[in-house]
């Protein structure tokens, strides 16, 4: 089953904070998240392997609840290299090296 | 720099041909996936492989078939073009179950 992102599009202005949210039906061993640039391949941004444990870098940043099935990207004070469409891509206990992607929240940072 | 190459970034093939989609990595990754994106449903799973000369089916497998002969080519082959394949095509690999490296990516055009 497809997780779900939400929301599915948001619009912010240069500084503001994100937060976008990912939920699968099924019990998860790791949430992958990816940035999307138009009209290019998308970037890994960071793996989420245990609950609770939080990754990240710069001003971006993610958490995993394993009960909830759940993972969150936090972008803070957000630049306009931001924009883009965010990815959350879930890897099933059962599932070795197989990811299912959500369809994706498309974040548009304007000046 | 890692690298994972598509064979074109552009191709129009018409309904019924047999086409042949081509990636190739130089990271000397086991696993290989091909992906297709469409508006709203993100990025779903084709078909990947783990190893020369073993796949398994993705979420969307029919219609296509694979071919994995050497470590780092992972073919991705329409039997029978139909429109409904028109679409962009994702090719990423990885090692282990870390992140995925994606190629630029073919937007195929069935008329």
């Known amino acids: 089953q497809q997780p779900v992102q939400s929301p599915q599009a948001v619009i912010l202005r240069e500084g503001e904070d994100a937060v976008i949210n990912c939920s699968s039906s099924?019990?998860?061993?790791?949430v992958h998240w990816y940035r999307q640039k138009h009209g290019e391949a998308p970037v890994f941004l960071m793996i989420?392997?245990?609950?609770?444990e939080q990754k990240g870098h710069e001003k971006i940043s993610a958490s995993f609840n394993e009960k909830k099935q759940q993972s969150s990207l936090y972008l803070t004070a957000s630049q306009l290299s931001y924009s883009g469409t965010y990815f959350c891509?879930?890897?099933?206990?059962?599932?070795?090296?197989?990811?299912?992607f959500g369809s994706g929240t498309r974040l548009l940072v304007r000046p | 720099d890692v690298k994972v190459t598509q064979s074109s970034r552009y191709l129009v093939k018409r309904t019924g041909e047999k086409v042949f989609l081509e990636c190739v990595q130089d990271m000397d990754h086991e696993n290989m996936f091909w992906y297709r994106q469409d508006p709203g449903l993100g990025l779903r799973l084709i078909y990947f492989s783990y190893d020369v000369k073993m796949k398994e089916k993705g979420d969307i497998p029919e219609g296509y078939s694979v071919s994995r002969e050497k470590k780092e080519r992972f073919s991705l082959i329409l039997e029978s073009a139909s429109t409904n394949q028109t679409s962009m095509y994702l090719c990423?690999?990885?090692?282990?179950?870390?992140?995925?490296?994606f190629g630029p990516g073919t937007r195929l055009t069935v008329t």
């Open positions: 989420l392997l245990k609950g609770g």
């Open positions: 990423a690999s990885t090692t282990g179950r870390s992140e995925q490296y």
């Open positions: 891509g879930t890897e099933g206990l059962d599932s070795s090296y197989k990811l299912i």
């Open positions: 099924k019990a998860l061993y790791s």
